[in-house]
């Protein structure tokens, strides 16, 4: 068994902690409002913007060994620069006030999982940071593809305000091969256990970013 095999099974029960948030269901029938999904773009905002910020403190952390590693890190970088914006760009064709929630504090459920992800790379291995990167990309690939048409016919709301969802999941079936990839060059036994662990807890920890948007949640 590959180690992108193994991440994939030993993660199940963890994955469905994520799936099975009330939002996410709603979201997949159909029944969520406008206030929800711009609800869901605020949070994912406060996290996207740390994304370049994170994979630049994981390269710096990275000893002379892991110099393969960092070069695929840059890769990521040049990928994923900017996509805060499109977030924001998607909240204003919504109807939303996007410069408000720029301004705004994420709910504690997403500065916990941010945090988490800091103190992985700062405190712990920082090759673990990649359990986030699976979770995020593996994620984002099923919703785009499972949720956004569904929601955009729910909503009525015009195309461009789905560019978050639509875009980053079309490019991130790309960066799961990519990731693929990388982590069967992981030799090391404790890479291999940090980006498990940091996985296991990133679905429960993003599950939760999506519970903390289910008071808002309105029948569309």
């Known amino acids: 068994m590959s180690f992108f095999e ?32 711009i609800a869901f773009l605020s949070q994912a905002y406060h996290h996207v913007r740390h994304t370049v910020p994170l994979m630049m403190a994981c390269g710096a952390r990275l000893g002379a060994e892991d110099e393969w590693l960092r070069e695929k890190i840059a890769h990521y970088i040049e990928e994923e620069i900017g996509h805060q914006e499109w977030i924001l760009d998607d909240i204003r064709e919504a109807g939303g006030d996007a410069e408000a929630v720029r301004q705004a504090r994420p709910h504690p459920a997403t500065e916990l999982m941010v945090a988490y992800a800091y103190d992985t790379i700062m405190r712990g ?24 048409s569904t929601l955009q016919g729910a909503l009525g709301l015009p195309k461009k305000a789905f560019t978050y969802l639509t875009t980053h999941g079309a490019v991130d079936v790309g960066h799961v091969d990519f990731f693929r990839e990388l982590v069967e060059q992981l030799r090391r036994d404790e890479d291999r256990e940090a980006v498990l662990h940091a996985a296991r807890m990133f679905f429960r920890l993003y599950g939760d970013v999506f519970r903390s948007i289910e008071p808002m949640r309105k029948a569309a």
């Open 6 to 37: 193994r991440l994939q099974r030993e993660t199940a029960a963890d994955r469905q902690h994520l799936y099975g948030a009330p939002l996410i269901r709603a979201a997949f029938a159909g029944q969520v409002g406008r206030d929800d999904y």
């Open 125 to 148: 291995n920082p090759v673990g940071f990649f359990g986030m990167v699976f979770v995020l990309e593996s994620t984002s690939t099923e919703l785009a593809t499972g949720a956004a």
